[in-house]
């Protein structure tokens, strides 16, 4: 059974940098989607980065494209969430997911609210204020 774990979220000023992380156990190649996802009360969860592992591709938001950077790690088995120039738009619980649609369906989900089946980890908060 594979679980996911997120950290790093923490409270930043606008510009600062964070680096989130999710540790995945068990086994979980066939799980070829990853991705991170951002959810504030209210509103429905966001795709902000996935990567699809057959080639590596990864996929963005519009909102933080040149910002954000998405990579794993695969001898740890982890995936990061490099965040830079950090906004109070930003300000949001940050989750990883694992999931085993094909690669067109894991870059749609960016930049918008479309499901995605998976498995999910519990979240990490990422505060930015001005």
């Known amino acids: 059974q594979v679980q996911l774990a997120e950290s790093g979220g923490d409270s930043v000023q606008v510009g600062g940098s964070l680096t989130l992380s999710c540790a995945v156990s068990?086994?979980?190649?066939?799980?070829?989607?990853m991705g991170w996802f951002r959810q504030t009360p209210g509103k429905q969860r966001e795709g902000v980065a996935t990567l699809y592992s057959g080639g590596d591709s990864t996929y963005y938001a519009d909102s933080v494209k040149g910002r954000f950077t998405i990579s794993r790690d695969i001898s740890k088995n982890i995936l990061y969430l490099q965040m830079d120039s950090l906004k109070p738009e930003d300000t949001a619980m940050y989750y990883c997911a694992v999931s085993d649609v094909g690669e067109r369906y894991c870059g749609s989900v960016v930049g918008a609210s479309i499901p995605l089946l998976g498995v999910w980890g519990q979240g990490t908060q990422v505060t930015v204020s001005s």
């Open positions: 068990g086994s979980s190649s066939t799980y070829n989607c």
